[in-house]
Every structure is written in C-alpha cells, then in structure tokens.
C-alpha cells in the first residue's frame, strides 16, 4: 500500500458529542475500505470495514458511511469518549493488496 | 479478533549493531504480513510486504540489505535493522493479511519504537 500526507487536522469535540471525520479516496475502482484508529505509540487498530456494494455499516457507537458518487467515507461516533482520542485514518483498498491509507485525523476529546 | 504482536515493544541499541523485531499473528495465520515504518506525526510507509515461504518484495528505496525480512513460519515474521544507525531510530509496524470469505485484512501490531545511539 501507499501511503500519504504530512499534514494532520484536528478535529476538537466535547464529551458526549457525536464526532464526523471525513476521508476523500482516490480510486473508484477501490472495493473495500477500513477504519482505523492510532493511539499515541500504538500501532493502528481496526475499528470497522464496509464493501463498495454498501452505504451504510454500522458497529458498536462507530457508523460508516460510504458515498462512491463523490468517493467519500465518513466515521461516526456517538458519544464520544475521552477514549476516543487517537488519529483516525481510512484505507482505500482495491484488489486484495492494494491498500492506500488517508492522512489522517486526530481527534481530541474536550472534557 | 485477529491479534498481531511484535516484539520487542522497545529497544535501544548502539550504532552499528543489529536489531531484530518480530510480528506474530496470534490467533490467525498469515501468508502476507507487512512492515512499516512511521515517523511522528507522519502516515505510515511501507516498506516491504513479506510472504510466508519466499523473498520479501520491498519499496523502492528500502535497502533490502539493510532491513532483513524472514517470513519463515504462517504466524511470524522477522525484521532484523542490520548496522542500525541514527537515522534509523523509528517506529515500525508490521501487519499480518487475515482472510475471511469475501476480503483480506490488514490487522496491525502494536509496533516497536527503535532508538539508535
């Protein structure tokens, strides 16, 4: 996979609040796409996937949306926790190796 | 879950010696892992995918000499930094492939911070 971007926004929510963070993919013929989130000196983790023939997946307070219209992928979280904050990036993946990942989006949590 | 663990989780060593890391999948098996590397504040960079069985296939300008990669068993894979230097200092992440009926996935591992003196 490829991987891109130096820059990092942020996005500040309060607590409690649900939080959006938006990824723009690149590749219309991507098939498959991951979220993930990265703590602080932590490897990143898999928090929910969603296939190209969906629009809508959702999981547990985490919801993904997928318009391929405008090749955007959404995250939601309801309710946000201080233990949400962590940068939050997308992966785009077409065929079974070709991942390409987001820049990412830190996401901090106002108590 | 599919749980990948590296290790160690964080070494120091001295200029000019080797530094193996390890990748293991813990509950799955993994023909593909891949290792990364990821400076602060930076996306992650990938810098080969290794295959259980055959040659690492590494990016263009990742020195396959100086980043060894062993793929020797389904659940491991090693990265051994030959002659680290400063400028090796960094954080790498390997990735093990988990398959299900309709896609491959990438599961990460915690990662293993490198300091080079």
């Known amino acids: 996979g490829e991987s891109v971007g130096l820059h990092l926004p942020t996005l500040s929510v309060q607590e409690g609040d649900n939080s959006i963070i938006n990824c723009a993919y690149s590749?219309?013929?991507?098939?498959?796409f991951i979220w993930y989130k990265q703590e602080s000196g932590k490897g990143p983790q898999f928090i929910i996937d969603?296939?190209?023939?969906?629009d809508k997946r959702q999981g547990q307070r985490v919801t993904v949306l997928l318009n391929k219209t405008v090749k955007h992928l959404s995250l939601q979280i309801a309710a946000t926790q201080p233990g949400d904050s962590a940068v939050y990036f997308c992966?785009?993946?077409?065929?079974?190796?070709?991942?390409?990942f987001g820049t990412g989006t830190r996401l901090k949590v106002l108590a | 879950g599919a749980v990948v663990s590296q290790h160690p989780s964080w070494v120091i060593c001295k200029s000019g010696t080797s530094v193996k890391i390890e990748c293991r999948s813990l509950?799955?098996?993994?023909?593909?892992m891949f290792w990364y590397r990821q400076f602060p504040k930076q996306s992650l960079m990938l810098m080969a995918t290794?295959?259980?069985?055959?040659?690492?296939?590494?990016e263009q300008g990742v020195e396959k000499d100086k980043f060894l990669i062993n793929h020797a068993s389904l659940t491991l894979s090693t990265l051994t930094v030959t002659s680290a230097h400063p400028e090796d200092s960094s954080f790498y992440i390997c990735?093990?492939?988990?398959?299900?009926?309709?896609?491959?996935?990438?599961?990460f591992g915690p990662g293993t911070r490198l300091l080079v003196l």
């Open positions: 992966a785009e993946i077409s065929g079974t190796y070709k991942y390409i």
């Open positions: 969603i296939r190209s023939n969906m």
């Open positions: 290794s295959n259980e069985g055959s040659k690492a296939t590494y």
């Open positions: 990735s093990a492939m988990r398959g299900t009926d309709y896609q491959e996935t990438q599961y």
């Open positions: 590749n219309s013929a991507s098939d498959y």
């Open positions: 509950d799955f098996q993994a023909t593909t």
